[in-house]
């Protein structure tokens, strides 16, 4: 079974048979949308909408805990792919462009990181030096060229607070931290991920120059980052097929 968390937008998927959708609870709450169960091409797939079906939870008010233990602790999955949407700060990547970073930096603050809540168990730490699961994003580089979509292979994803865009300063610093991409979902999703143990993987979707770069030098216009993420999309859906048919 194969776990897919859908992003903005990203509230349906192409070719995927619903066989049957369950309201899940989880220890720490509900996650952001009922799971849908069902298949694409020869593989079982588990998907969630991360801000729910009608769009309504913003990034720092995700229950990421919830979402991913549903996933591997419910669902049972053996690996996730994550679709998200970011603004574009290296100078290469530009809006429409598909992404698989292959490091992120966290800069969120304020969200429940961990499944480690102290009490009697003893104190774990996970390794986190490559965030992103190496044969995962290989298995999606590899379908992206089997689907004939092009997709950049790597980059590192700076995941901000949110829910407001970033001033163009910040945008900077993040430049000056060695940040390509920025979003605001990507942790503690990936962390948590791997805490729990299932490998994982982000496919990120940049709709937007990120503030103060490019057409974003005075501010960023959403009606135009609103038709282009429809596009890429469009794009990502048919890799997530590919991809499903291995
Ligand atoms: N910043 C943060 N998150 C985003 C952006 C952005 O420019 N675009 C899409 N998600």
């Not at 220890?27 to 998907?47: K, L």
């Not at 598909?98 to 102290?118: A, N």
């Not at 999606?140 to 865009?165: C, F, H, I, M, N």
Request: a negative charge; glycine letters at 10%; aromatic letters at 6%.
């Amino acid at each position: 079974m194969l776990g897919i968390i859908g992003g903005s937008g990203l509230t349906a998927l192409a070719n995927f048979d619903v066989t049957r959708r369950v309201v899940v609870r989880t220890p720490y709450g509900d996650p952001s949308s009922i799971m849908s169960f069902g298949r694409i091409g020869c593989r079982e797939v588990a998907f969630l909408a991360r801000h729910g079906h009608g769009h309504t939870i913003p990034p720092h008010l995700v229950n990421y805990r919830a979402n991913i233990w549903a996933l591997a602790k419910d669902a049972k999955v053996r690996g996730i792919v994550s679709v998200a949407s970011v603004g574009a700060i290296r100078a290469d990547l530009t809006p429409g462009s598909v992404v698989v970073p292959d490091q992120i930096i966290d800069y969120t603050w304020g969200r429940k990181q961990t499944f480690e809540e102290g009490g009697d168990s003893q104190v774990s730490h996970v390794d986190f030096t490559e965030p992103y699961d190496g044969g995962l994003r290989l298995a999606v580089l590899d379908a992206a060229k089997q689907a004939g979509e092009a997709v950049v292979d790597s980059a590192v994803y700076a995941v901000t607070q949110g829910p407001r865009l970033e001033s163009a300063a910040e945008i900077n610093r993040l430049a000056r931290d060695g940040a390509d991409i920025v979003g605001m979902t990507g942790m503690p999703e990936a962390g948590l991920a791997r805490e729990i143990g299932v490998p994982y993987v982000a496919i990120c979707v940049v709709a937007n120059w990120a503030a103060g770069r490019r057409e974003s030098t005075n501010g960023i216009q959403f009606d135009v980052m609103e038709a282009r993420l429809h596009e890429s999309l469009a794009r990502v859906r048919h890799l997530i097929e590919y991809f499903c048919e291995k």
